[in-house]
């Protein structure tokens, strides 16, 4: 977003244009010759609309969204998560400043840097808007800031720009920006403790490699894994899976292999239970349901003889599991409407309803799998509840 429309974006005509074309389909929006600004309206009626659900506080409010900015920022339900709580916090990584909103309803004083003086302006006229007073927006590169200030905070967060400048996406922490293994000296000097945001691409072992005495927590979203967060405060090793929602698991780093399961029986179990993401990011499939289910994979499904209780995932009923049939599931449901599962198995969804002959429906439920190099379908219990199942 340029200066230029920011400042449009900050005009009356132009909010209430905003204002009245909210809920219209934003190609009509950016046609229509009647709207000031057509394009630059339309993007805003786009991203708010978007914003409902990523970011309510911001849709309420009606704050300025560049697309950019928009993509990167971590929900507001994922911002509220993370633990970090004190007097004084220090973020490195403003961007939009949805991480900065919810440090302020956990600390008395928060100073949020952004080196971009537009998405600076941007950050600090929503947080006006949100009520957050206590959040200063300081335009700064955390370099800059970092080598010129003399203050401690209780803790340093960030969430590195994980976008080269020509879009590629970037995992290795010193290709992000700003790089925080080259200025790890400088953040422990300003603060004892950092939280580091990182994306759910990030190997959890280089992760507890690079900060041996941290919490290592991947956090998922209606089943997809969002982010894998660093708590380097001296607090650990220990690694943590959560499905927000849908409780967490919290373990130390693994000291000896897990116990294998015995051979596959498939007249032998009741239930399916399909293992949040989290789990399988943290590698803690098998460790967290040990003792309540047989896990073949850290990527595939759970079989137990009881419904699984505390562990993020969601439990479903079995009818009866036999092996992977493509020609006689094609001559039973060919032409049905089938949901499928599946995990740890060869075939794409489109490629199983292709074999069989079925479409997306909810005629009946299956799922798919592979345990011991041979491939299985379980038929799920049509009247049996799906449940989700909180740590």
């Known amino acids: 977003m340029t200066r230029e429309e920011f400042d449009t974006l900050c005009r009356d005509d132009v909010r209430r244009a905003v204002e009245e074309n909210l809920g219209r389909d934003p190609l009509a929006v950016a046609l229509d010759r009647r709207t000031p600004h057509a394009a630059l309206v339309a993007t805003q009626v786009k991203y708010l609309e978007r914003a409902r659900t990523k970011l ?23 911002a509220a ?11 490195l990584t403003c961007g939009l400043g949805v991480d900065a909103l919810a440090l302020g309803r956990r600390f008395r004083r928060v100073v949020a840097l952004e080196r971009d003086p537009v998405l600076a302006a941007v950050a600090a006229r929503n947080l006006r808007l949100l009520g957050a007073a206590n959040v200063e927006v300081v335009c700064a590169s955390a370099e800059e800031y970092l080598a010129a200030t ?36 400088a953040v422990r000097r300003v603060g004892a403790r950092l939280c580091l945001k990182n994306s759910p691409l990030f190997d959890v072992d280089e992760a507890l490699r690079l900060f041996p005495t941290a919490r290592i ?38 000291t000896a292999p897990t116990p294998p399961p015995p051979p596959f029986d498939p007249t032998a179990y009741a239930y399916l239970f399909l293992p949040d993401v989290a789990l399988q990011k943290m590698r803690l499939v098998r460790r967290a349901l040990e003792g309540r289910a047989d896990v073949w994979s850290e990527n595939g499904f759970a079989f137990a003889h009881r419904p699984v209780e505390g562990v993020p995932g969601r439990t479903l009923a079995i ?26 198995f060869p075939l794409t969804p489109e490629e199983i309803h292709a074999r069989t002959g079925t479409h997306a429906g909810s005629r009946q439920r299956l799922a798919f799998t592979r345990i011991g190099g041979k491939l299985w379908t379980i038929r799920l219990a049509a009247e049996a509840p799906e449940t989700e199942r909180e740590g």
Do not use: M, N
Not at 81 to 91: F, R, S, V
């Open 217 to 254: 927590e991947a956090v998922s979203v209606h089943g997809e894994c969002k982010e894998l967060l660093v708590y380097d405060d001296g607090t650990g090793p220990l690694l943590r899976a959560t499905a927000l929602g849908g409780g967490s698991v919290t373990l130390p780093p693994a």
């Open 150 to 185: 003399t203050e401690r905070f209780d803790w340093v967060a960030a969430d590195p720009d994980r976008r080269s400048r020509t879009g590629r996406k970037l995992v290795r922490l010193e290709e992000c920006s700003p790089d925080i293994l080259r200025l790890l000296p």
């Open 56 to 78: 309510p506080s911001y849709y309420a409010a009606r704050c300025i969204l560049p697309p950019r900015a928009f993509e990167q920022a971590s929900s507001e339900a994922c």
């Open 81 to 91: 998560h993370k633990e970090p709580a004190g007097d004084t916090a220090l973020d």
């Open 319 to 344: 009818g009866a599991i036999g092996p992977f049939d493509a020609k006689a599931l094609r001559r039973e449901l060919r032409g049905e409407g089938i949901e499928i599962f599946k995990r740890d």
